[in-house]
């Protein structure tokens, strides 16, 4: 079962996580084989870190994910390993992206972190409904800028 207390040799601990973090500029360039390629990426690195990824989703310019880490890895130690190690193994896929991004950083530098306590299921349905979510306030924001009954331009 994903939300329950874990074990090492000498602990017992739940520690889990809600990142965001985003590339360079927020470039909105994660999306269709690149999309499926950091999910990939992400998920075997915290496999190899002993992480495991309760929850994640991709947007086109920027990364949610719930995950739960050992105590022995500290937040900031385990976002620069997924960060760093992404970012080559990013590149080595999609070579064409080195020229994109300058001096071989694909995601900005800050990121997001908050703990899990009591409100682990609002969370997950925030990552759940993140793409919906985006999709109606996109919408919601559009502006007209020709009147589509008169063709006018509006100011």
């Known amino acids: 079962m994903k939300n329950e207390i874990k074990h090492t040799a000498h602990s017992t601990y739940r520690c889990q996580y809600h990142i965001v973090f985003a590339p360079?500029?927020?470039?909105?360039?994660?999306?269709?084989?690149?999309?499926?390629?950091?999910?990939?990426?992400?998920?075997?690195?915290?496999?190899?870190k002993g992480a495991e990824i309760l929850e994640a989703t991709a947007m086109p310019d920027h990364i949610h994910m719930l995950?739960?880490?050992?105590?022995?890895?500290?937040?900031?130690?385990?976002?620069?390993?997924?960060?760093?190690?992404?970012?080559?193994?990013?590149?080595?896929?999609?070579?064409?992206?080195?020229?994109?991004?300058?001096?071989?950083?694909?995601?900005?530098?800050?990121?997001?972190?908050?703990?899990?306590?009591?409100?682990?299921?609002?969370?997950?349905?925030?990552i759940k409904n993140q793409t919906e979510e985006d999709y109606m306030q996109d919408q919601m924001s559009l502006k007209e800028f020709m009147d589509p009954f008169t063709g006018s331009k509006t100011k």
């Open 24 to 48: 360079k500029y927020r470039r909105k360039v994660i999306y269709g084989q690149l999309r499926a390629d950091i999910g990939q990426i992400l998920r075997k690195l915290c496999e190899q």
């Open 67 to 126: 995950v739960s880490i050992p105590p022995y890895i500290s937040i900031a130690q385990f976002m620069g390993y997924i960060k760093g190690k992404s970012t080559l193994m990013i590149f080595d896929r999609h070579a064409n992206l080195k020229y994109k991004y300058g001096s071989r950083h694909f995601w900005c530098r800050g990121y997001y972190v908050d703990t899990v306590g009591r409100n682990e299921k609002v969370i997950r349905d925030y």
